[in-house]
């Protein structure tokens, strides 16, 4: 009898502890659907606000009879515009103006002075660099990756071109916690990044391809990356408000800011706080500071054949996918664009071929709502449409 009591005792205790775990399950389960519930319907009120703001902004009507200040004033008003405008005619400036602030908790405003991160622009800079070095024989777009990095699976059928491109099939989750030399960035990135060759040829946006070209700019010519580019880029081109974050950006810098939901006025409640692993992680991707101007100025000249020639140019921009991606760029029919996020901020440039006309903004505000390459699409149509003088 006493026997039969604890075995039932016991049996209730297992139906009591088995009981109150499925009821933790549960409850557990339960709050993770309401979250995944949560973030979506968070994503489908940003989609709806953006759409309705972008459908907004390609209505706007330019007439070529009014001043350009006034019609890009207001479409950047109409997107609650925060950061550094810059437009270009003809090779010469019709607007450049800053807009909200640059830090908000000084009371510096954004001018045209103002530095901000390019982020992914950066890539663009960094395929000119590897095209550098191709014009003068040291490497070769058909290298295949294993000559420089041997211990990377499928290395000898990835080529800097497919690098370039971004159809390489290597792909990197996140990288080092800790900040690391560019020498230790590189190395972390070949012990975690993923290869697989059945992706090849399919584009997908990777940055670690341009960790890894840094990092064979490093070899090629024994010296960093960002001596190599500081020498061939910033002084070379005499870019003076340009240079690395990881330096802090100096006079005329700007502070990154977060948004929250779908929110399109800026409200400068939280600054961004970049850490140094950060920013050291961002090698040859989007570890740069530049103005609206040194930006222009820097792509024209690739354009143009100041850094490498024109006919490297055109190799270095011929995609390989249908994506358009090509040597740092999307390549349209007569014109590149690029575009860069990260940190509080977002970055587009759009340039014609010859290097003539241009759009570029940038802020220290990203709100996905109002994504500032909606603004620069529309200002550089209107600008090849003669719309604005």
Same mark, same amino acid.
């Given at each position: 009898?006493?026997?039969?009591?604890?075995?039932?005792?016991? +049996?209730?205790?297992?139906?009591?502890?088995?009981?109150?775990?499925?009821?933790?399950?549960?409850?557990?389960?339960?709050?993770?659907?309401?979250?995944?519930?949560?973030?979506?319907?968070?994503?489908?009120?940003? /989609?709806?606000?953006?759409?309705? #703001?972008?459908?907004?902004? $390609?209505?706007?009507?330019? &007439?070529?009879?009014?001043?350009?200040?006034?019609?890009?004033?207001?479409?950047?008003?109409?997107?609650?515009?925060?950061?550094?405008?810059?437009?270009?005619?003809?090779?010469?400036?019709?607007?450049?103006?800053?807009?909200?602030?640059?830090?908000?908790?000084?009371?510096?405003?954004?001018?045209?002075?103002?530095?901000?991160?390019?982020?992914?622009?950066?890539?663009?800079?960094? /395929?000119?660099?590897?095209?550098?070095? &191709?014009?003068?024989? !040291?490497?070769?777009?058909?290298?295949? +990756?294993?000559?420089?990095?041997?211990?990377?699976?499928?290395?000898?059928?990835?080529?800097?071109?497919?690098?370039?491109?971004?159809?390489?099939?290597?792909?990197?989750?996140?990288?080092?916690?800790?900040?690391?030399?560019?020498?230790?960035?590189?190395?972390?990135?070949?012990?975690?990044?993923?290869?697989?060759? $059945?992706?090849?040829?399919?584009?997908?946006?990777?940055?670690?391809?341009?960790?890894?070209?840094?990092?064979?700019?490093?070899?090629?010519?024994?010296?960093?990356?960002?001596?190599?580019?500081?020498?061939?880029?910033?002084?070379?081109?005499?870019?003076?408000?340009?240079?690395?974050?990881?330096?802090?950006?100096?006079?005329?810098?700007?502070?990154?800011?977060?948004?929250?939901?779908?929110?399109?006025?800026?409200?400068?409640?939280?600054?961004?706080?970049?850490?140094?692993?950060?920013?050291?992680?961002?090698?040859?991707?989007?570890?740069?500071?530049?103005?609206?101007?040194?930006?222009?100025? $820097?792509? !024209?000249?690739?354009?143009?054949? !100041?850094? &490498?020639?024109?006919?490297?140019? $055109?190799?270095?921009?011929?995609?390989?996918?249908?994506?358009?991606?090509?040597?740092?760029?999307?390549?349209?029919?007569?014109?590149?664009?690029?575009?860069?996020?990260?940190?509080?901020?977002?970055?587009?440039?759009?340039?014609?071929?010859?290097?003539?006309?241009?759009?570029?903004?940038?802020?220290?505000?990203?709100?996905?709502?109002?994504? #500032?390459?909606?603004?620069?699409?529309?200002?550089?149509?209107? +600008?090849?449409?003669?719309?604005?003088?």
């Amino acid at each position: 009898m006493k026997r039969l009591k604890v075995l039932m005792y016991f +049996l209730l205790g297992l139906i009591v502890v088995g009981g109150v775990g499925y009821y933790v399950h549960t409850a557990d389960w339960s709050v993770q659907i309401q979250k995944k519930a949560a973030k979506q319907k968070k994503k489908r009120k940003i /989609a709806a606000k953006k759409k309705k #703001i972008k459908h907004r902004v $390609a209505k706007t009507h330019f &007439v070529k009879t009014k001043a350009s200040n006034q019609q890009v004033t207001k479409l950047l008003a109409l997107t609650k515009f925060v950061g550094t405008a810059l437009v270009v005619k003809n090779g010469h400036v019709i607007y450049h103006k800053g807009f909200g602030y640059a830090d908000e908790a000084t009371g510096q405003p954004n001018t045209p002075l103002s530095k901000y991160q390019i982020l992914s622009i950066q890539k663009s800079l960094t /395929a000119a660099c590897v095209m550098r070095l &191709v014009q003068a024989g !040291k490497i070769n777009l058909n290298d295949p +990756l294993s000559k420089y990095y041997p211990g990377i699976a499928g290395g000898k059928k990835i080529t800097l071109r497919r690098m370039l491109d971004m159809d390489s099939g290597l792909t990197f989750g996140k990288g080092s916690s800790q900040a690391l030399s560019e020498a230790r960035v590189i190395d972390y990135a070949v012990e975690n990044l993923n290869s697989d060759p $059945a992706k090849m040829g399919q584009w997908n946006y990777q940055p670690v391809n341009y960790v890894l070209l840094a990092g064979i700019i490093r070899q090629v010519t024994g010296e960093s990356y960002r001596r190599y580019f500081t020498q061939h880029i910033i002084n070379a081109l005499q870019l003076k408000h340009t240079g690395f974050v990881s330096a802090g950006q100096g006079q005329h810098g700007t502070q990154g800011y977060k948004y929250s939901g779908s929110q399109v006025v800026a409200t400068y409640h939280t600054a961004f706080h970049e850490t140094t692993a950060q920013m050291a992680n961002e090698l040859g991707t989007g570890q740069i500071y530049m103005s609206a101007g040194d930006l222009f100025k $820097a792509e !024209k000249a690739i354009l143009t054949g !100041k850094v &490498v020639t024109p006919q490297n140019v $055109a190799i270095l921009h011929t995609a390989a996918t249908s994506s358009t991606y090509g040597g740092g760029v999307y390549n349209m029919a007569n014109a590149i664009r690029s575009h860069g996020i990260g940190y509080g901020y977002e970055s587009s440039i759009m340039l014609s071929d010859d290097g003539k006309n241009g759009v570029v903004l940038l802020s220290n505000y990203y709100r996905p709502t109002v994504t #500032i390459q909606t603004t620069a699409e529309k200002l550089f149509n209107e +600008l090849e449409a003669g719309n604005l003088k």
